[in-house]
T-cell receptor
């Protein structure tokens, strides 16, 4: 069964620090990788997507992909209390498989 | 309106009721999805429609019946549901379904469904 694994957390970081969120996936055929942010009671919001090995940066967010290790990560620089949410990792080919999410807490 | 809108936002129904969830996307996308999100569980893909044709049915019980009359609208008809069907039902859309890579999916705010 195809799976995406994430540490449920919570991951606690102080304001201004770098938050590092990690994800592993089981399907070696996965070609697409996504990070979504979900606030409590809200729907998932797309943060980043990455298709190729390496890093992809967008503002304070950097997605990192290592297909050989089946590993995806999301770095959030200069973390803000408003970044406190659950971050969902998704991977797949046509059908996306989602992880259960990592809860991030950024303290002022 | 922009994005993906879902109605109703909240729904309480008995096990013998029949109701429908509605999703509308204003993004000009060709693919639409239904997901189920239960507490402590990953998002579960239920159905995928591409250009109004169902392309994925992820072993969903027949008490859930999807309908896609056009590329902008998606419905989920519910009947004889069970208590374990209580969850957040999310609709999403993406530009296309077929391709070497998945395109980003944009989610609606969901319908919180409670079965009495």
């Amino acid at each position: 069964q195809k799976e995406v694994e994430q540490n449920s957390g919570p991951l606690s970081v102080p304001e201004g620090a770098i938050a590092s969120l990690n994800c592993t996936y089981s399907d070696r055929g996965s070609q697409s990788f996504f990070w979504y942010r979900q606030y409590s009671g809200k729907s998932p919001e797309l943060i980043m997507f990455i298709y190729s090995n390496g890093d992809k940066e967008d503002g304070r967010f950097t997605a990192q992909l290592n297909k050989a290790s089946q590993y995806v990560s999301l770095l959030i620089r200069d973390s803000q209390p408003s970044d406190s949410a659950t971050y969902l990792c998704a991977a797949g080919f046509q059908k996306l498989v989602f992880g259960t999410g990592t809860r991030l807490l950024v303290s002022p | 309106e922009t994005g993906v809108t879902q109605t109703p936002r909240h729904l309480v129904m008995g096990m013998t009721n029949k109701k429908s969830l509605k999703c509308e996307q204003h993004l000009g996308h060709n693919a639409m999805y239904w997901y189920k999100q239960s507490a402590k569980k990953p998002l579960e893909l239920m159905f995928v429609y591409s250009l109004e044709e169902r392309v994925e049915n992820n072993s969903v019980p027949s008490r859930f019946s999807p309908e896609c009359p056009n590329s902008s609208h998606l419905f989920l008809h519910l009947h004889t549901l069970q208590p374990e069907d209580s969850a957040l039902y999310l609709c999403a859309s993406s530009q296309d379904w077929i391709g070497q890579v998945n395109q980003p999916q944009h989610f609606g705010d969901g319908t919180r469904l409670s079965i009495l």
